[in-house]
C-alpha cells in the first residue's frame, strides 16, 4: 500500500517535470524565430554586426554620432558672420493741439517747448562678408534709417560701416568697411538646389548673445510674403526649424557643407521654431546694383489681389450685402484699386476677374505677381479682364513701385 502510494506520486512528479520541459523548449523556440518572423536567424560576422548596429542607431544618436559636420560648416564661414549695431536719433516735435489747449499753455506759458528732446534708437542684427574689400550682405530693415552703423568681426576688430544701398522691397542691404582688404568671406551656395529636409544651420547675434548657432532643417521652400505676414514685399522665403530670433536678422543660413543657401530674415510672432530666410539666389542677383546705390526694378500696376475659386466666388454673390457680382470662374480676383496708379488709370475696377497676362494663364496671385515681376518698367502688359459676363482686353503699363503713389 505504501509502495503504491509512492509509485503514484513518482508518476505525478514526473508528469509535473515533463510538463515544465516541455514549456521551457516551446519558449526557447518561439523567442529563436520572433526576429526573423519564424525563419532562422542567419549567423552574422563581426562586419555584419557592425553594420546592423549602426542601421539600428536612433535618430537622436545618429545625429549626435555626426555633429562635427556642424562644426566643419560653423568653422567654414563663421568669422566671416558680423554683428551690426546701429544707432538713430529720433527727434519729437509736440502735438499742434498742444497749442491750442488753454491748460498747458497756462501751465507751460509762452516758454512750451515746441520740440521734445532727442531719443537715441539703437538697433541689432547680424551680415556676412561676401567680399574681401569689405562688403556686407544684410537686411535692409537692419541699416535702413540708421544714422550710424558699427561692423564688428567675430576677432573683436569694430569698423564704421557705410550703408551703400539697400531694396526696402526684398528686405535686402549692402554695407562697406574698410578693413584693409585681409577679410575672410563667406561662401555662397545656391538656393535653387535645396531640397525639404536638407540641413539648415543659422549662425548670428541673436538677443545680442554673439556667435550663436543653431541646426535645423528646411521646412518648406518658396513661401510667401503673403503665408509669412508680410506683404508688401515681393519674396518667396526658405522655411526652417533652425531657431532664428530677433538679432539673428541679416545672418547667413548654412547647408551642410557651409555654404550660405539664404539670408536669416523673418520669424513668426505667433509661432515657434518657425523661421525665414530669403533666398541667396535671389540676393545674388541684385547685391551688384545695391552695391553701387542703384535703385532696383519692381514694376508695378497698383492692385490688390486674391486668389479667385468658383466656391469663393458663390460665397461673395451670396453675401446679400456684397457691392459686387464676382464672376464664378478661377482667376485673380480685384479686392483693391490703388487711386492714381496704372490699373486705376486702365480702369479697372473692384470684382473684376484677371485669366491671362500676355495670353499666359494666370490661377493665382502669386503667378499674376511673378509675371509683373519679370517685366520691365515701362512695358505694356496685356491683361484678359472678366467683369461679370463681359470679356475685355485691358492694356496696363508698368511704373516703378516706390514711385507709385
Known amino acids: 500500500m505504501r509502495f503504491s502510494k509512492l509509485s503514484r506520486s513518482i508518476r505525478q512528479l514526473s508528469t509535473h517535470v515533463l510538463a515544465i520541459v516541455l514549456g521551457v523548449v516551446l519558449t526557447v523556440s518561439t523567442l529563436s524565430v520572433s526576429p526573423s518572423q519564424a525563419e532562422p536567424a542567419p549567423s552574422l560576422t563581426n562586419a555584419d554586426s557592425r553594420q546592423l548596429v549602426a542601421q539600428r542607431q536612433s535618430p537622436a544618436v545618429a545625429a549626435v554620432g555626426s555633429s562635427s559636420f556642424v562644426t566643419a560648416a560653423v568653422n567654414r564661414v563663421g568669422a566671416a558672420v558680423v554683428r551690426i549695431d546701429t544707432e538713430r536719433t529720433i527727434s519729437r516735435r509736440v502735438p499742434d493741439q498742444f497749442f491750442d489747449d488753454p491748460f498747458f499753455r497756462r501751465f507751460f506759458g509762452e516758454g512750451m517747448p515746441q520740440q521734445l528732446p532727442s531719443e537715441q534708437q539703437r538697433g541689432l542684427g547680424s551680415g556676412f562678408i561676401i567680399d574681401k574689400s569689405g562688403l556686407i550682405l544684410t537686411n535692409a530693415h537692419v541699416v535702413n534709417k540708421a544714422d550710424k552703423v558699427t561692423v564688428r568681426l567675430k576677432d573683436g576688430r569694430s569698423f564704421e560701416g557705410k550703408v551703400q544701398g539697400f531694396d526696402e522691397v526684398t528686405d535686402l542691404a549692402v554695407v562697406k568697411i574698410n578693413a584693409g582688404g585681409d577679410l575672410p568671406v563667406a561662401s555662397l551656395g545656391s538656393s535653387t538646389n535645396v531640397q525639404v529636409g536638407d540641413w539648415a544651420i543659422a549662425v548670428g547675434n541673436p538677443l545680442g548673445l554673439d556667435n550663436t548657432v543653431t541646426l535645423g532643417i528646411v521646412s518648406t521652400l518658396r513661401r510667401t510674403s503673403r503665408d509669412v505676414g508680410i506683404g508688401n514685399k515681393r519674396l518667396e522665403f ?67 489681389m486674391e486668389d479667385l475659386t468658383p466656391e469663393l466666388a458663390r460665397q461673395i454673390n451670396s453675401n446679400p450685402n456684397s457691392p459686387v457680382r464676382v464672376p464664378e470662374i478661377k482667376g485673380v480676383l480685384i479686392a483693391r484699386v490703388v487711386p492714381d496708379s496704372p490699373a486705376a488709370s486702365a480702369g479697372l475696377r473692384l470684382g473684376d476677374a484677371i485669366v491671362q497676362i500676355d495670353g499666359q494663364r494666370v490661377d493665382t496671385s502669386e503667378e499674376l505677381l511673378n509675371i509683373v515681376e519679370a517685366s520691365r518698367i515701362g512695358q505694356v502688359l496685356q491683361f484678359k479682364v472678366q467683369r461679370g459676363d463681359q470679356t475685355q482686353q485691358v492694356s496696363i503699363r508698368t511704373v516703378q513701385m516706390q514711385d507709385a503713389s
Open 238 to 304: 526658405i522655411q526652417t526649424d533652425a531657431a532664428i530670433n530677433p538679432g539673428n536678422s541679416g545672418g547667413p543660413l548654412l547647408n551642410g557643407v557651409g555654404e550660405v543657401i539664404g539670408i536669416n530674415t523673418a520669424i513668426r510672432g505667433d509661432a515657434m521654431g518657425i523661421g525665414f530666410a530669403i533666398p541667396i539666389d535671389r540676393a545674388k542677383a541684385i547685391a551688384l546694383q545695391l552695391e553701387r546705390g542703384e535703385k532696383v526694378a519692381h514694376p508695378f500696376i497698383g492692385i490688390g
